[in-house]
């Protein structure tokens, strides 16, 4: 159990489209899912907390405006790269929080991200 | 200063050694750790997760845990060529985890 898909697990778009990435978690209600950010070489940074019903929470230095998060159901939470650029390339990965006693997060298989 | 700090590697270790991983975090107030095994281009695994000061062992792991030092480390046993990998500390603070960056293994055969 515990299982976490991302869609797309890899996409190539040109500079200033919009792409959305979705990550479910299939057998477990999630409340809280977050969105880490991952560049070569570095480890996973967080990008936002993501609760279903309200709106997410950004780290510092993470633009809401061009990282839309939607957590429209309590399986589903989405993030919308807007007008990506180069720079914006990247492993994008989604973890899915069960409550649980541990709290444990479970991590989606990633998105990789190539801005052209 | 880094929240979280591990050693960058890379750790090589001939197979069947033990591999030592140490990761130390700066936020006293952090409820939980945890180790992750991250492949090339995969997303990160959970191996385990610690609470309590100690030691707690699964199968070939042992994860070790002294919150007044602030230090955290990760043992593999009878390491196998199918360990090499990168390993994650991660520590829990409100929900949220912040990771280290992480250490290169390579087990030689």
């Known amino acids: 159990g515990a299982v976490v898909s991302q869609h797309p697990s890899w996409v190539i778009c040109k500079s200033g489209t919009s792409v959305k990435i979705e990550c479910r978690s299939l057998d477990f209600q999630a409340t809280t899912m977050f969105w880490y950010r991952q560049f070569p070489k570095q480890s996973l940074m967080l990008m936002a907390t993501s609760n279903e019903g309200s709106k997410a929470t950004y780290e510092q230095g993470v633009e809401k405006d061009k990282f839309l998060i939607n957590h429209a159901s309590l399986t589903l939470s989405t993030l919308t790269v807007t007008s990506a650029h180069p720079e914006d390339s990247s492993f994008y990965i989604c973890s899915a929080m069960r409550v649980a006693a541990d709290n444990e997060q479970f991590f989606g298989p990633g998105t990789r991200l190539t801005v052209l | 200063q880094k929240e979280v700090e591990q050693n960058s590697g890379p750790l090589s270790v001939p197979e069947g050694a033990i591999a030592s991983l140490n990761c130390t975090y700066s936020d006293r107030g952090s409820q939980s750790f945890f180790w992750y095994r991250q492949y090339s281009g995969k997303s990160p695994e959970l191996i385990m997760f610690?609470?309590?000061?100690g030691d707690k062992e699964d199968g070939r792991f042992t994860a070790q845990l002294n919150k007044a030092s602030q230090y955290v480390s990760l043992l593999i046993r009878d390491s196998q060529p199918s360990d090499s990998a990168t390993y994650l500390c991660a520590v829990n603070n409100d929900y949220k985890l912040s990771f280290g960056a992480g250490t290169t293994v390579t087990v030689r055969a």
């Open positions: 610690i609470y309590s000061n």
